[in-house]
C-alpha cells in the first residue's frame, strides 16, 4: 500500500523486547530499561496477526529486532511462524550477535535469511565500554556464527561516534575486503540517552569519505545505505546518514513496538495502538498508519533531539 505521498509501505520492523544483554551507551541507560510485564508485551499469537494484516496490504521484509531480539524467549518459533506467511519475500534480524554461537543454526533451520549485526570497535576496550560490560570476542563469535549457519549476506552495524571510533574507519571498513559483508557506518542519532553525547560525538558519514577517497559508488539496493566499495574488495561501506542527508522521501517502513504500538515515524511522537485489534478493524488501523506517515521528521542534529517519545532500546532501531 501506498501512503499519501506515493511512497510504497514494504517493510515492517518488529520489536520483540524492550530487554538487552548489552547497555550500549547511545542507546539505552546504565541501569537498564523497566521490565515490562509479560501481559504487557505482544504475545507470538498477536505479532503473526498484525504481521499477516501488514503482508495483506503490501508489507514483503520483516526484521525483528529490540532490545535484543535473541533474548525473547522462544523466539525461534515466532521466525517459524513468520517464515510461513506465504507472501513475506524477506525476514531479516538485528542482533547485538552476543547468542548467535548458540542460536544461528536454528534461526536458519526457522527460516531466517539474514542478519544485521551491531559492531562499532574492533577493539576489545572500546568495545567493552561502548557498550558497557560487552565482550568483544563474543559478538566475533556470532558473526562467524551467522556465516556458518549461511545466514547472509550480513551487514555490520556500526555507529560512527566521533572521538570514539572515527580512528577505526579504515579498519573497520577493511573487513569487506575478504569477504561479501556489507559494513554500515551509521550517523549517531540525537535520540534517548545519545543525548548525552557532546556535538564533536555527531560525525557526519562524510568523514568516511574523507578518510577513504578510495570508496567507488557500489550501487543501490533498495535500501537506505549510500553503498561504496574498496578497490578489489568483496563486500560493500553503506553510509546510513539520517542527520546529514535525510531520506524520509525513501522511507518504506513502519515499526512496531514490544508493547503493540504502531510508529509510522522514528523520530516522531505519534503512535498508534494495535493491540485488541482484530480483522477488519486491524487491517483500517494499519491503514490508518500508512496514511498518517509523516512526510519527514524534524531537524536532527546534536542539538535538536528526535521527537520520539521512547529510547532507541524500545523502538529497535
Ligand atoms: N540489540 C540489537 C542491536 O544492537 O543490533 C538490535 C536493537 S538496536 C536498538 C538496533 C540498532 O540501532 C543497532 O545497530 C544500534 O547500533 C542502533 N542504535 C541504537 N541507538 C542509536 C543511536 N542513538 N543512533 C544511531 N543508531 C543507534
Ligand atoms: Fe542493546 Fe542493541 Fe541497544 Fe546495544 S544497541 S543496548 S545491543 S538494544
Redesign the pocket.
Known sequence: MKDTLGREITYLRI?LTDL?N?R?V??MPPEGTKKLQHRDILSFEEIEEIARAAVALGVRKIRL?????LVRRGMVDLCRRLRAIPELKELAL????LLLPEMAADLKAAGVDRV???L?TLNPDKYRRITRGGILEKALAGIQAAKDAGLAPIKL???LIGGFNDDEIPALAGLTMGEPVEVRF?????????EAFGPEAYLPCDAVLERLPQLVPAGDNGGVAERYRLPGAAGAVGLIR?LSHCFCDRCDRLRLTADGQLKPCLHSREEIPLRGLHGEALRRQLEKAILHKPAQHGELSSASRSESARD??Q???
Open positions: 520489536s538487552c548489552l550500549c547511545y542507546c529486532t529490540g532490545g535484543e531480539p538485528t542482533t547485538n550477535g544485521n549485526i551491531s562499532d552495524n556500526c555507529v551509521i550517523e549517531l542519532m540525537p535520540i534517548g540517552d545519545a539520517p532507541m532500546n523502538i529497535g532501531g
